[in-house]
């Protein structure tokens, strides 16, 4: 058993890790962006996923080159990840008002959620970015808007943006294949 240089089981894993050294990070305007040490020659691609070492959800690559990538942030104005509750599975959309870094908003949880200040929000796995169950944030403060039937969530992130310096660049093998068959979906009539 020794003897056996590969694992046995890789050609089954359909969720691998690439790490990565984060050589930029900018977390004061409406626009951040993360630059990692690792590219297309590093097995990089546009739109795969990223999370500190602690598995927290860090934002998405936007931009390749030869040995850089460079990722959107969970802190910028256009990013949208698609989140759930932990405890009782509603799910919504992660947004950032680009007011407070470490502050992110959970918008579309309907009034009928029972949610509780600390409660977890996951990555709901509705994407292959992101597998399900990889943790966004925890809930801050509940807030109602009355011209709606939906709650808005504050979280304080699971990432610490401001001390960042290592991160894990989620590939997902079978990304491609269910993109394409969306791709083909969405152009039947």
Known sequence: ??????????????????????????VTTQNNFIVLNRGKQGGLKNGMGV???NRNVVGIITDLSGTYAVVMSLLHKDSRISGKLQKTGETG??????????????????????IAKGDSVVTSGFSTTFPKGLLIGRVEG???????NYYKLKLNTATNFYNLQYA????????????ALLEKAKKQP
């Open 93 to 114: 959309t992660v947004v950032w008002d680009g007011k407070e870094p470490n502050r992110v908003t959970l918008i579309n949880i309907p009034k009928s959620a029972k």
């Open 168 to 179: 894990y660049v989620i590939e997902n093998k079978d990304q491609d294949s269910v993109n």
């Open 142 to 148: 509940v807030y109602t808007d009355p011209s709606s």
């Open 1 to 26: 058993v020794d003897s056996i240089r590969i694992d046995s089981l890789l050609q089954y894993q359909t969720i691998r890790y690439w790490n990565a050294k984060v050589v930029s990070n900018s």
């Open 51 to 53: 999370v500190d070492p």
